[in-house]
């Protein structure tokens, strides 16, 4: 628990909010990523 209160506390300075939105930005792409539907793999044979 005194971990996730250290991360709120370093998300509160100027740094940590830009560090914060860049994590939530990866995390978003990373999301649609995973979640993309795949290619038609099977094509290219």
């Known amino acids: ?3 996730i209160l250290d991360l709120v506390e370093k998300m509160r300075t100027p740094g ?3 560090v914060t939105i860049l994590v939530i930005v990866a995390a978003y792409f990373f999301y649609k ?3 993309a539907e795949p290619e038609d793999q099977d ?3």
Request: aromatic share 8%; proline share 0%; glycine share 24%.
């Open 16 to 18: 940590g909010i830009v």
């Open 33 to 35: 990523w995973v979640m």
């Open 1 to 3: 628990m005194g971990a």
């Open 43 to 45: 094509k290219g044979e």
